[in-house]
């Protein structure tokens, strides 16, 4: 990903109104975005645009559709909508590239693009780094007059394709009926939709993050902060509780007790779960990436399953699948892919599975979860103000080396740049709990002398 100067490991993503993500660039981005699908597949270039509820999100619609139609393409904007909806929507409608605007759980000061092609998959890294010369020089990009422009309408009834299209991802011989569920929406783009999908299929639903004001997307809410949540599953009684998070491409899950099950449990579940259905593709493989928990890989190898990681991002997950024909994988912050449903992570539609195992299993879900047992794990984030390889930096390689050390077989340490802020995040993984936490300790330390 060296050389990439806007685009990181999901879209474009920073401060908005401020550079890159500024009305200016959006413009021109819908331009190269329209331009590259003139190019390579149709004179005019039908293009999704989808938003979450932030208040920038209004600026950088309209910026990238006044782009799409100066170039000529034709935009349908679907106000609210979540990741995944804006990657099936663009696949149903046979579009030529659907877009994001969201800044996924970040909070509200932030926002970003991201960008699918027909077939509702991320742009690979070649067609992301074809996108950038045209957005450094827009002199590369031919310039339309006359009857050669487009136009732009708003659809908000694609909404409804998204829920059918999801409500269909849970086997016709289950329902939801009798189950009592919080579903927390992060007041994000899945705030209004997400009760109704389950609601639809028989669920009693207690709605939270459902108020969204241009501010408070991911406040105190959602996948990243699930408190409010359990406090609710125990208050009501409830049998589980959802949590999605900004752009609802991912999820956390809250059992009946209370407790937030850790994402890597989810995906062990799952994953046995497709394999005892016969579900699990011709690969008999999860695929994972370097985050997730060495626990997670020993019990799918107990479970006769393949565990493949890639680099962190969905994408990468995603790209691997294609590449195998793998139908599952997942990352640990909720990002759970099931590829026979979805091109990308679908946070409703993963919590659907998960009910469908737990009544697959007829167990509860804080039963089930008990099966994986995890390593300890401990992950700090340190601010940088600049990204050398860290092998280039003799205190954090010495830091290393100590630690690997330590560790021995049973442990690993990760250390990489966040590809959405200006962190280095610090990762310790192993049997004993209390030197892994003095580990990260130190290696934190260090970054944070040399880099921070």
């Given at each position: 990903m060296s050389g990439r100067k806007f685009f990181g490991t999901d879209g474009i993503r920073g401060k908005a109104n401020t550079y890159p993500m500024t009305g200016e660039v959006a413009f021109v981005l819908g331009r190269a975005v329209t331009s590259y699908f003139q190019k390579n597949f149709s004179k005019k270039p039908l293009i999704i645009i989808g938003k979450d509820t932030r208040l920038s999100c209004y600026m950088l619609e309209q910026a990238f559709s006044a782009g799409v139609c100066s170039q000529g393409g034709k935009a349908i904007l679907t106000g609210p909508l979540p990741t995944p909806g804006v990657a099936f929507v663009t696949q149903s409608m046979r579009a030529d590239a659907g877009v994001m605007i969201s800044a996924s759980h970040n909070?509200?000061?932030?926002?970003?693009?991201?960008?699918?092609?027909?077939?509702?998959?991320?742009?690979?890294?070649?067609?992301?780094?074809?996108?950038?010369?045209?957005?450094?020089?827009?002199?590369?990009?031919?310039?339309?007059?006359?009857?050669?422009?487009?136009?732009?309408?708003?659809?908000?009834?694609?909404?409804?394709r998204y829920i059918?299209?999801?409500?269909?991802?849970?086997?016709?011989?289950?329902?939801?009926?009798?189950?009592?569920?919080?579903?927390?929406?992060?007041?994000?783009?899945?705030?209004k939709l997400a009760p109704v999908v389950f609601e639809e299929l028989g669920a009693e639903v207690i709605s939270l993050g459902n108020t969204p004001n241009g501010t408070n997307i991911n406040k105190s809410c959602g996948a990243l902060h699930p408190q409010m949540c359990a406090e609710n599953v125990k208050k009501y009684r409830a049998d589980l509780g959802v949590c999605l998070d900004g752009d609802g491409d991912r999820l956390t899950i809250v059992d009946s007790s209370g407790e937030v099950i850790h994402g890597d449990k989810l995906i062990g579940l799952c994953g046995k779960f497709l394999k005892d259905n016969q579900e699990i593709g011709p690969t008999n493989e999860?695929?994972?990436?370097?985050?997730?928990?060495?626990?997670?890989?020993?019990?799918?190898?107990?479970?006769?399953?393949?565990?493949?990681?890639?680099?962190?991002?969905?994408?990468?997950?995603?790209?691997?699948?294609?590449?195998?024909?793998?139908?599952?994988?997942?990352?640990?912050?909720?990002?759970?892919?099931?590829?026979?449903?979805?091109?990308?992570?679908?946070?409703?539609?993963?919590?659907?599975?998960?009910?469908?195992?737990?009544?697959?299993?007829?167990?509860?879900?804080?039963?089930?979860?008990?099966?994986?047992?995890?390593?300890?794990?401990?992950?700090?984030?340190?601010?940088?103000?600049?990204?050398?390889?860290?092998?280039?930096?003799?205190?954090?390689?010495?830091?290393?080396?100590?630690?690997?050390?330590?560790?021995?077989?049973?442990?690993?340490?990760?250390?990489?740049?966040?590809?959405?802020?200006?962190?280095?995040?610090?990762?310790?993984?192993?049997?004993?709990?209390?030197?892994?936490?003095?580990?990260?300790?130190?290696?934190?330390?260090a970054v944070k002398k040399s880099l921070g």
């Open positions: 909070s509200f000061e932030d926002n970003g693009i991201k960008i699918f092609d027909r077939t509702g998959h991320k742009l690979p890294d070649e067609i992301e780094l074809e996108l950038e010369k045209m957005l450094i020089d827009p002199s590369l990009i031919p310039q339309k007059i006359g009857d050669e422009l487009g136009n732009a309408k708003r659809l908000d009834e694609v909404i409804g059918v299209h999801t409500k269909a991802a849970l086997s016709p011989q289950y329902s939801l009926e009798g189950l009592r569920i919080v579903v927390d929406g992060a007041n994000g783009a899945g705030y999860v695929v994972g990436t370097v985050m997730s928990n060495f626990g997670l890989e020993y019990y799918l190898k107990e479970n006769g399953l393949k565990f493949t990681r890639t680099q962190v991002g969905d994408r990468y997950i995603v790209e691997h699948m294609r590449q195998t024909g793998a139908l599952f994988g997942g990352e640990p912050s909720g990002h759970l892919v099931f590829k026979k449903y979805s091109t990308t992570g679908d946070g409703i539609l993963a919590a659907l599975k998960v009910i469908e195992s737990i009544k697959f299993y007829d167990r509860d879900l804080s039963e089930l979860s008990k099966d994986i047992e995890l390593f300890p794990q401990e992950m700090k984030n340190v601010a940088v103000l600049k990204r050398v390889p860290f092998e280039e930096v003799s205190d954090i390689k010495k830091a290393m080396t100590h630690a690997e050390a330590k560790l021995g077989k049973e442990g690993r340490i990760l250390l990489r740049y966040s590809g959405t802020e200006p962190l280095a995040r610090v990762m310790v993984e192993g049997r004993d709990s209390k030197l892994v936490n003095s580990l990260c300790l130190e290696l934190t330390d």
